[in-house]
């Protein structure tokens, strides 16, 4: 039996140094005992390298090293043992990553999937309360992650709060950010965290204000938001009497909902903050490569809603949607039916462009699920603000974004689909669809097809007044 140690829970520096020498020398996963510091180790087990075999190193995909990247920062005990044995099997069958039935690398990868909702939870979270020392206002947090992420994370909060002096205490460690280095520190008690500060009772208020019991799902807000993260929440302790009196604030809404009429300018101005808010946008890793945020545009009141998949190359240029050939194609098909693009609100599911670099050119790649969820806030709000009667989704991926479900176009498209606010959801293709089609004919009928869409969704609107 070999023995090999291992600094700290989520060293995987050390993991990959150790994994790489014991495969070389032929190490089988049974004979090695994973120790991380001090803690408790097999008392037979050598602590003398094994001999080094003569064969040459061996090559592993990047999903591999990516996937490892991110299980080793999982609690099981068992991980850097699944990982080894599944290094080992990489061997023999370079395919393995590949086979997503081979029931090693699903375990491994429900490990990688807890660790990226952790890791989520924790940015998402996080509350900073305010201090005074002697430097000034320093920002302290509280946070119990499940999983050994707090090292792996901070890069974000670095990036996030770059400007701010901030710590995060957790039980295992914390991490300090002075405006220019970061540094690590031992875990800390939550007595250590302070309490509350005046801002947060400007963020509960501003919390109950946009609280909106017709949209309220409890299911769906406990599986965002668990009640263990709740202590450290300060809107948490709204939350109870918000949902108790959900019921009874939506039908007072209804009650008293005024006639349908042109806002005023606090849509405009809420719409603005909105816009200038998703300009910092950080949801997920597209922010990084895109040249800015697209976000949408349009009359505030809008009665039609238009919603794209995200950004392209020309997009993402100019900070405006459906500005490239699909936008021209859309605006023409839009003329053709007699719907004025101007009356409508044109937004997309990503605000980001997501593309792959070849050469000097970016080829647009699909969002994919986690990527559409994490622009779906932005999105809510949009239609929070809009209100509109009628909402268009163009393509799979603004389906989704919308009913929060993949649909099958073919089979939803042509007819309304009721939504819980009382609006309309229309479902049809993206105009990036009928530029792709090679055959003429096909593409002019599709084309065709889509403006009669588009002419019965406009006359759908003014049908609603």
Not at 83 to 94: F, G, H, K, S
Not at 217 to 231: D, T
Not at 314 to 327: I, N, Y
């Amino acid at each position: 039996m070999y023995r090999a140690s291992l600094a700290v829970p989520d060293d995987f520096d050390g993991w990959r140094a150790a994994a790489r020498g014991l495969a070389l020398a032929g190490i089988d996963p049974a004979d090695i005992v994973w120790q991380v510091g001090d803690e408790g180790g097999d008392l037979f087990a050598s602590d003398a390298p094994p001999p080094v075999a003569p064969e040459a190193a061996f090559a592993v995909p990047r999903a591999f090293v990516d996937l490892a990247q991110s299980a080793i920062l999982h609690r099981d005990p068992q991980r850097f043992s699944l990982l080894y044995a599944l290094l080992v099997q990489l061997r023999d069958r370079p395919g393995t990553m590949e086979d997503k039935a081979d029931p090693l690398l699903r375990r491994i990868e429900g490990l990688a999937k807890a660790v990226r909702r952790d890791i989520h939870k924790m940015r998402a979270f996080v509350r900073f309360r305010a201090l005074e020392d002697a430097d000034g206002t320093r920002f302290v947090a509280w946070f119990e992650p499940e999983q050994h992420i707090v090292r792996a994370n901070a890069d974000f909060f670095v990036r996030r709060f770059a400007t701010m002096r901030w710590s995060i205490l957790t039980p295992e460690a914390s991490i300090h950010w002075d405006g220019e280095t970061l540094t690590q520190g031992p875990g800390a008690a939550r007595s250590d965290a302070p309490g509350d500060d005046p801002v947060e009772e400007i963020w509960k208020g501003y919390y109950a204000a946009i609280f909106n019991p017709a949209r309220l799902k409890v299911g769906a807000m406990l599986s965002e938001m668990p009640k263990k993260y709740w202590r450290n929440l300060p809107e948490a302790a709204l939350i109870p009497g918000l949902v108790a009196g959900a019921q009874a604030r939506e039908a007072a809404m209804i009650a008293t909902a005024p006639a349908p009429t042109k806002r005023t300018g606090n849509a405009m101005a809420a719409w603005t903050a909105l816009r200038e808010e998703a300009r910092g946008c950080t949801r997920c890793p597209l922010h990084g490569p895109a040249t800015q945020t697209v976000f949408g545009e349009g009359p505030v009141n809008a009665p039609l809603l238009f919603i794209g998949e995200q950004p392209g190359e020309q997009e993402d240029l100019a900070g405006r949607p459906f500005v490239g050939p699909a936008g021209q194609l859309f605006d023409a098909a839009l003329a053709e039916a007699g719907v004025d693009r101007a009356r409508a609100y044109v937004t997309n599911a990503v605000k980001h462009f997501k593309y792959e670099p070849r050469g000097k050119r970016r080829i647009h790649q699909t969002p994919q699920a986690g990527e559409v969820q994490a622009c779906r806030w932005w999105l809510e709000q949009e239609l929070a603000l809009v209100r509109p009667r009628v909402i268009v989704a163009l393509g799979a991926t603004a389906a989704r974004a919308l009913l929060g479900k993949a649909v099958a176009i073919g089979k939803v498209r042509g007819a309304a689909i009721p939504l819980a606010d009382g609006a309309e959801a229309w479902v049809t293709v993206h105009p990036s669809y009928l530029l792709r089609l090679p055959d003429a004919t096909k593409a002019a009928v599709e084309r065709a097809r889509f403006v009669e869409e588009l002419r019965v969704v406009g006359e759908r609107v003014r049908g609603l007044g």
